[in-house]
């Protein structure tokens, strides 16, 4: 199972810091990639690219103009849409569902308020927790919960970077 972390409604000035963050918790804790959409942000993207050029790993980061066309097209191939937001089903009981689908996945994270066809497209809207906090910490919580820890265990092997084999 592939796992990609799409970043919803980037804004270049805005949500620069905020945006790379998500994209560093999605590498070390182990999703394939990032996407972003938004506004379009090369810069952005020659971050992420340095940080797996400097640290390793195989981690990918692209842009899309058109999530919802993306998100479609993905889930016509047979994969997942899980959406992380306060307002969906527990953590535990969707990420447990989503292992037994076996499916390949997209977690879409938001800069921004996101549209109703979010909701309405998403396989899984998962709540990490009903209460306001970080789109970067729910993230992190729930690559955790469907790794089962793995990615932790032994600290993960980011092999061809400069800095990976760093103490």
């Not at 969906?88 to 996101?114: F, H, T």
């Not at 998403?122 to 690559?143: K, R």
């Amino acid at each position: 199972m592939v796992l990609w972390v799409l970043r919803y409604g980037h804004r270049k000035f805005r949500d620069n810091r905020a945006s790379m963050h998500v994209a560093l918790v999605a590498r070390a804790f182990g999703a394939e990639g990032i996407i972003f959409s938004g506004e379009k942000d090369g810069q952005l993207i020659a971050r992420v690219k340095k940080v797996v050029k400097e640290w390793g790993g195989n981690f990918e980061a692209k842009y899309i103009e058109d999530w919802e066309k993306f998100v479609k097209e993905f889930k016509e191939k047979g994969g997942c849409f899980v959406h992380l937001t306060m307002y969906g089903k527990g953590l535990q009981e969707s990420v447990e569902k989503l292992r037994d689908a076996g499916k390949d996945c997209i977690v879409m994270v938001g800069s921004q308020k996101v549209p109703p066809e979010c909701y309405e497209l998403a396989d899984f809207n998962v709540s990490v927790t009903a209460q306001p906090h970080s789109e970067i910490a729910a993230l992190a919580v729930f690559l955790d919960h469907y790794y089962g820890g793995e990615e932790l265990a032994g600290r993960p092997e980011f092999s061809h970077g400069k800095k990976s084999k760093c103490v």
